[in-house]
């Protein structure tokens, strides 16, 4: 008999050449322990239904059991020589057990066994990413925390804007993560169907239990098409997708912990523990790190595209393609849990350069809609008041004059609504708390956020 699952069939063996280039036990291997565990459920519901012999059953199970114990101890021997995984797992067993080991195969295909691996691998890795997820948006909150008080020079376009509280700026980062969870988690809901007694392609005539298997391995519930069980990737690439976006959002992160980083800004410091050093000039501290996460995303949206690619121009059913979707697969979910796991310490040791930042808050160009929302208050549409502040600005603050030495009657040449009471909101701190629509900058407001975010994320500063 033919150690290979299929030989049988063939007068003559496969060149060495197509033995290397068909094989995936290279990257399959990661699979291994859910193709145990589901070789496990089949081999239960086979003696259950009296499909095999319920000692036969027994006897699988047990070899797969301890097969799935070596694995965990690293005594599991991997076979580089196999086809696939699956191949792997089966020449174990006989091993192990003899004959039975021929039975486990009954009523399943390679095609469907596959689907139901990778939907397993998956639900945990989703479990997993969420939980680095939740670990990061709890260092970003203890550092909003602990400089809850800091106000920063806000910028749209890269040039100065507004004044925002600094918290207010690192809770945006929470909010958009929480969204990416919510991505893979309802990527999860539609992964977590049962996709194994599909066979091939068609189904079976023997009387196999489904739902059985579906309860034995917490799936919660059974694709209703054969067809499509096996030969779809959506899962895969809806998951991709959504490490997508979330690795987007990581890179402009970066990319703003950079900007934070230089002496232009010096808003931040990084930590030295994630900067590197030049060859040639002694004094360089440069946050190749964060530099390297910004590129890495590259990547990611390569692996996407490549899957995207390669379901393109399928036929329905299964195609042997589809063997191709793993290493992108697994690429982007190492590649994003790398940066999680990076960002996480490097949150938490960042150190807020206090002085610097109060420094460059004495630009009042950052309370020119502060006045200009004074006008309005008092009477003034929108399209004047910006008019009168834009001739204030355009007089004063390009020609390197404050609005605030402004005398009374100098104010008045602009519009007799302007009183020198505006002084009083011509500095950031009551810049910042002017700001009280809800989701706006304000402390009480952000004060809020915090105290939310601690609930939700069940962390504390």
């Given at each position: ?123 945990d890795e989703i479990d997993n990413l969420s939980e680095l997820i939740t670990e990061m948006q709890g260092a970003i909150l203890r550092l909003a925390g602990r400089n809850s008080k800091i106000i920063i020079p806000g910028y749209t376009h890269l040039q100065v804007a507004q004044c925002v509280l600094l918290a207010h700026h690192l809770l945006s980062y929470i909010e958009g993560l929480e969204r ?282």
């Open positions: 008999m033919s150690n290979r699952l299929w030989g049988t069939r063939f007068s003559k063996k496969t060149s060495a050449l197509t033995d290397k280039f068909t094989s995936s036990i290279s990257f399959d291997k990661r699979l291994a322990e859910y193709d145990i565990l589901g070789s496990i459920a089949h081999a239960k519901m086979l003696g259950k239904q009296k499909i095999i012999p319920k000692g036969d059953s027994n006897l699988i199970v047990k070899g797969l059991r301890s097969i799935l114990s070596d694995l965990k101890k690293g005594k599991f021997k991997f076979d580089l020589k196999a086809e696939d995984i699956h191949s792997n797992i089966q020449d174990l067993l006989f091993k192990k057990i003899g004959k039975p080991a021929f039975k486990l195969h009954t009523a399943r295909s390679r095609n469907d066994q596959i689907a139901l691996d990778i939907k397993m691998y998956l639900k990416d969870k919510g991505r893979l988690f309802d990527a999860k809901k539609r992964a977590d169907v049962l996709p194994l007694g599909a066979c091939a392609f068609s189904g079976t005539g023997l009387p196999i239990d489904r739902g059985f298997v579906a309860v034995e391995l917490g799936f919660k519930n059974v694709t209703a098409n054969s067809i499509d069980s096996v030969s779809d990737r959506d899962f895969i690439i809806e998951v991709l997708a959504d490490l997508s976006i979330l690795s987007v959002r990581l890179s402009r992160m970066a990319e703003d912990l950079i900007l934070w980083s230089t002496k232009e800004f010096s808003f931040i410091d990084i930590d030295f523990s994630f900067c590197t050093g030049s060859s040639i000039m002694p004094h360089k501290k440069n946050p190749d790190i964060l530099e390297l996460i910004r590129g890495s995303v590259g990547k990611i949206q390569g692996d996407l595209s490549s899957v995207l690619i390669l379901m393109k121009g399928l036929p329905s059913s299964y195609n042997r393609d589809l063997q191709l979707d793993k290493p992108p697969l697994f690429d982007a979910i190492d590649t994003v849990k790398d940066m999680l796991e990076i960002f996480i310490p490097l949150f938490e040791n960042i150190i807020i350069e206090k002085e610097a930042i109060v420094a460059k808050l004495n630009d009042e160009s950052l309370f020119s809609v502060d006045i200009v929302e004074y006008l309005i208050k008092k009477g003034i549409s929108y399209r004047e008041a910006h008019d009168i502040i834009g001739r204030m600005v355009k007089d004063c603050l390009d020609k390197g004059k404050k609005i605030s030495d402004l005398s009374a009657q100098e104010l008045k040449i602009y519009s007799p609504k302007l009183k020198p009471d505006i002084r009083k909101i011509l500095n950031a701190q009551a810049s910042v708390n002017l700001k009280k629509s809800y989701g706006g900058t304000s402390f009480n407001s952000v004060s809020k956020q915090i105290k939310n975010w601690s609930k939700r994320l069940r962390d504390t500063f």
